[in-house]
C-alpha cells in the first residue's frame, strides 16, 4: 500500500510540474509572438526599438531555457528512488555537459572554456591533500583515471545544472572554466566562476557558498543568503553520491579572486 501511494505521490507531483511549465511557456510564447509582430509591423525599425526587440526576444529565450532547467531539477528533487550504480567515466559526462550548456553560454554572451584535465607527473594526491605514495601514478590524460561509482541517470543533470549555475552567474563578456583532476581516491571537478564585476564581492560569495554547502546557519542570526534551484539540485545529487561540495579560491592576487565550485567524487562507493 504504501508503495502505491509513493508512485501516486510521484505521478502527482510530475503532473505539477508538466502543467506548470507549460502554463510559464504559454505566457512566454504569446510575448515572443508580439515581439514578431512588432518586428514586422514596421519598414525600417528604429534602432532604439529594435534593440529593445531583440532584448525581449533574448530574454525569453533564456526564460523559456530556465523553465526547462527547473522542470528537470524539481523532478529530479522530488524523485526518491534508489540509485543505480554503475562505473561511469566523468570525464565524458564532464566533456558532454560542456557540449550540452555550451549554446546557453553562447546566448549569455558568457564564454565556456574547454575541459582541462590535470595532466601533471608525480605522486598523486589524496582527496584530503596528503601524499599518497604506495598508489600508483594517475595515467596522465587516460581517460580510465576519470572513472567513479555514481548513477548515471542523476549524474548528467548534475553536471549540466552546475555549469548552468556558474553561467547565468556570469556577466556579459565572462568567463567560466572547468577543470577535472585525478587524484589518488578521488576525481575532483573545479568550475570557476567569472570573477564578479566588483571583486569585493568575492570574499561574500566565498563566504555564502561555505555555509550553504556545508548546511551551517548564517552567522549572527541573519537571513540565509538565497541561493539558485540549481545549487539546490546539485547540493542534494552530490551528497547522494557521497561526493564533497567545497568553494574554493582561483588566483593569489587578492584583488583578482575568483571563486570555484568544487565537487570531490569518491572512485568508489561507500557501502555501509
Given amino acids: 500500500m504504501a508503495s502505491a501511494e509513493a508512485v501516486r505521490s510521484v505521478q502527482e507531483v510530475s503532473a505539477l510540474i508538466e502543467q506548470s511549465a507549460h502554463d510559464l511557456r504559454s505566457s512566454l510564447n504569446a510575448i515572443q ?7 514586422r509591423a514596421f519598414d525600417n ?6 534593440r529593445a526587440l531583440d532584448g525581449i526576444r533574448s530574454g525569453m529565450q533564456q526564460q523559456l531555457a530556465l523553465i526547462e532547467e527547473m522542470e528537470e531539477a524539481v523532478r529530479l528533487l522530488a524523485d526518491e528512488s534508489t540509485p543505480s550504480w554503475q562505473n561511469v567515466d566523468l570525464l565524458a559526462l564532464v566533456a558532454q555537459a560542456i557540449a550540452d550548456r555550451r549554446p546557453a553560454a553562447d546566448a549569455r554572451g558568457v564564454l565556456l572554456n574547454a575541459l582541462t584535465t590535470d595532466s601533471t607527473a608525480g605522486s598523486p594526491r589524496s582527496c584530503d591533500g596528503l601524499q599518497s605514495p604506495d598508489v600508483p601514478e594517475p595515467p596522465g590524460l587516460s581517460a580510465s583515471a576519470y572513472w567513479i561509482d555514481g548513477d548515471a541517470v542523476r549524474l548528467a543533470p548534475l553536471l549540466r545544472h552546475l555549469l548552468v549555475h556558474c553561467i547565468w552567474r556570469a556577466p556579459a563578456g565572462g568567463a567560466v572554466r572547468v577543470h577535472l583532476s585525478s587524484e589518488a581516491d578521488c576525481v575532483k571537478l573545479r568550475i570557476t566562476e567569472s570573477p564578479p564585476l566588483d571583486q569585493q564581492r568575492s570574499a561574500s560569495r566565498l563566504a555564502a557558498l561555505t555555509d550553504f554547502f556545508g548546511r551551517r546557519p548564517a552567522q549572527g542570526g541573519a537571513m540565509p543568503s538565497r541561493q539558485s534551484s540549481a545549487l539546490l539540485l546539485t547540493r542534494r545529487m552530490v551528497e547522494m553520491h557521497g561526493a564533497v561540495l567545497s568553494a574554493e579560491t582561483d588566483g593569489c592576487d587578492s584583488d583578482k579572486i575568483s571563486v570555484c565550485i568544487a565537487v570531490r567524487f569518491p572512485r568508489h562507493l561507500r557501502r555501509a
Fill in 33 to 39: 509572438s508580439w515581439a514578431y509582430v512588432l518586428d
Fill in 45 to 50: 525599425t528604429p534602432a532604439p526599438a529594435q
